[in-house]
């Protein structure tokens, strides 16, 4: 369903309260994977305000849709998502990182409630959610699988054979977004590996692709919406995103692949984003 | 036995048979019990013998081309949304190819999942190196959670097979290409996961082995009887992992001289593991281990490999000539030993 305006507020709201307490867990923990966080927030918050059917009261209904972090770096973000939808309390997010705490940088499935599958190694995620997507169709189950893949992740050449095999078996349940930030720990992607066209790439390996402004949420529901209704095979919702949206000092710059904050830093972080408030 | 669903195990002829047949055989009878079994081939089905499990059930059957890392992952998603993948790759792609797939998202995760890795050891002789699989015991056996199986022939595959139903995670069951001759002539001689087969009584030395050197050790043990009035016990230690400690430490105390063989590097497999126990029990014990000797094993006729390596009957029974010969200060106070 197309977008209103008050959605649109809703979920403007929401992803920038997430990125806040982004940049306070990563202030709390030591160090986190703070830009590649940022560049995802918005489709994930389109995702599970808008679209999962999921329970956080219980977090294993089997149901559920998945989903699928495939940069499993991102754990930071995906565990404040999780702490805002409600499947664990928001104080949880203080202990991020500490020894003994259920959250760490990659988010463990066994231990962090609300995480479908553990992920971390690159290239694996895309694998997983294609075994859940064959996985509902042999027990007929009406769940559908979302993953989110990183545009570096994307060097791995199991991503490519995860790719091959979902078109092959014409996984319609499944739809991967591509956070592509264009940065890498080494610096851009195309000085790094290059990538493009990646869209290219992604249509000849047999996936209906729609490229979108990944910080856009009508553009976004645009594509879900579509890749709710195609019924020939998995789509690939390829979200051109900014590595540490929203934190100005941040925005660009693959410093920001992973670092810390110090209380001035995040005072500043934090002013930063509220020029987003709404 | 006719196990629980009508299974049975007469529905294949042990002497014609190769292990991956009998295990394509069983895995597809399997399959009318389980609704959930689902198969997985990277282009090897015809050679794993779960194409035979595919063509009864081809919408429970995946095959994902030469892409054996992605294979593995998606058996990962599959255990976690209720299936029982049975993930059928050689030895060597399933340990190599595909290792961080396997300890990470399968171990890691505690999936049940199955691996019948075919094509173990030297048993591809004439493929050579690329796909010999002389490192995967050492590999597999370091990662949490799994259990290793090295079943010693057609009929303990079966064994092996239908027992690991029984644990909710993932087991690793490594078995050769099929020329491996058969031991057993009756399934029903109480095979347990984790618990080692006494092949023959013995007191005055004990070999302990798996897969298809079980076969030349119990040669080996009729040899050293008829020749050498030597009473050889032989343990088939099908399950690397959890390993039979007790029958082990039972070995010690009561032979006090082991070998153990087995086809695969020497590093980290059957023979570590056994010293392992050995060592942590304290007490004295004259030791040493048959495999290949840390190096690559050349291309050849499997038989020729194995006795290249002195892992057949040929080098068991020298093995054993040997470490009866060292002089050993046996002490008859096993309290006395830390």
Redesign the interface.
């Known amino acids: 369903m197309p977008i209103t305006d008050q959605e649109r507020i809703e979920l403007q709201r929401r992803a920038n309260a997430v990125r806040k307490d982004i940049v306070d867990v990563t202030g709390w923990s030591g160090g986190a994977h703070i830009g590649g966080s940022l560049s995802m927030v918005d489709m994930l918050t389109t995702l599970y305000w808008k679209y999962m059917k999921v329970d956080p009261a219980n977090p294993l209904w089997?149901d559920r849709d998945?989903f699928?972090l495939s940069k499993g770096h991102g754990g930071v973000g995906h565990a404040v998502v999780l702490a805002h939808k409600g499947y664990f309390p928001k104080e949880e997010l203080k202990d991020f990182n500490h020894t003994g705490s259920n959250l760490g940088m990659h988010l463990d499935?066994?231990k962090a409630k609300g995480v479908?599958?553990?992920t971390?190694?690159m290239?694996?995620g895309?694998?997983?959610?294609?075994?859940?997507?064959?996985?509902?169709r042999?027990?007929d189950?009406p769940f559908h699988v979302y993953c989110v893949v990183g545009d570096g992740e994307s060097n791995e050449?199991?991503i490519w054979?995860?790719a091959?095999?979902a078109a092959?078996?014409k996984l319609s349940n499944l739809t991967a977004f591509l956070d592509r930030n264009r940065m890498m720990i080494d610096g851009p992607t195309e000085t790094v590996m290059r990538l493009e066209p990646l869209a290219d790439k992604w249509t000849a390996f047999g996936w209906k692709v729609r490229v979108v402004d990944g910080h856009d949420y009508g553009q976004l529901v645009d594509a879900i919406d579509f890749a709710l209704t195609y019924k020939e095979g998995p789509v690939m919702v390829l979200c051109n995103t900014i590595k540490g949206k929203g934190v100005d000092f941040m925005e660009n710059d693959p410093a920001w692949h992973y670092g810390g904050l110090n209380t001035d830093m995040v005072a500043k972080a934090q002013k930063s984003l509220e020029k987003f408030d709404v | 036995m006719t196990p629980e669903g009508g299974l049975s195990w007469t529905v294949y002829d042990a002497n014609k048979l190769a292990p991956r047949e009998i295990y394509g055989i069983v895995l597809a009878d399997l399959g009318s019990i389980h609704p959930?079994i689902?198969g997985l081939s990277a282009d090897l089905a015809k050679s794993t013998k779960i194409e035979t499990f595919g063509n009864k059930f081809p919408?429970?059957f995946?095959n994902?081309?030469i892409?054996e890392?992605?294979m593995?992952?998606?058996?990962?998603?599959?255990?976690?949304?209720?299936?029982i993948?049975f993930v059928s790759t050689f030895s060597a792609f399933a340990s190599m190819r595909a290792c961080?797939?396997l300890r990470?998202?399968i171990c890691?995760?505690?999936l049940n999942c199955k691996v019948i890795a075919t094509h173990g050891g030297t048993s591809f002789g004439s493929a050579g190196t690329t796909h010999h699989a002389i490192e995967d015991l050492s590999i597999v056996r370091a990662f949490a959670n799994l259990t290793v199986i090295v079943p010693a022939d057609g009929i303990e595959t079966a064994n092996a097979v239908r027992a690991c139903m029984d644990i909710d995670g993932p087991v690793y069951i490594r078995i050769g290409r099929g020329f491996e001759p058969p031991i057993f002539t009756t399934e029903d001689y109480g095979f347990q996961i984790g618990k080692a087969v006494e092949m023959c009584p013995g007191t005055d030395i004990t070999v302990i082995a798996c897969g298809c050197t079980v076969f030349h050790a119990v040669n080996a043990a009729k040899i050293l009887k008829d020749e050498d009035g030597l009473s050889v016990r032989v343990l088939n230690m099908h399950t690397i992992k959890p390993i039979d400690e007790e029958a082990i430490l039972k070995a010690v105390h009561d032979t006090r001289r082991i070998i153990t063989v087995e086809d695969h590097n020497v590093i980290g497999g059957l023979g570590t593991a056994v010293a392992d126990v050995i060592a942590a029990s304290g007490k004295g014990c004259a030791f040493n281990k048959l495999g290949v000797q840390d190096a690559f094993s050349p291309h050849g006729y499997p038989e020729d490999l194995l006795n290249l390596n002195k892992i057949d009957m040929d080098g068991i029974v020298e093995k054993v000539r040997e470490l009866m010969g060292r002089e050993f200060e046996a002490d008859e106070d096993w309290e006395d030993e830390v």
């Open positions: 089997e998945r699928v499935s066994h479908d599958a553990s971390g190694s290239g694996h895309l694998c997983q959610a294609v075994g859940m997507a064959i996985g509902a042999v027990l189950k050449g199991s054979e995860a091959m095999s092959h078996y | 959930n689902v919408d429970r995946f994902f081309g892409a890392s992605n593995f992952g998606a058996a990962a998603g599959m255990a976690k949304v209720g299936l993948p961080e797939f990470t998202d890691y995760q505690n």
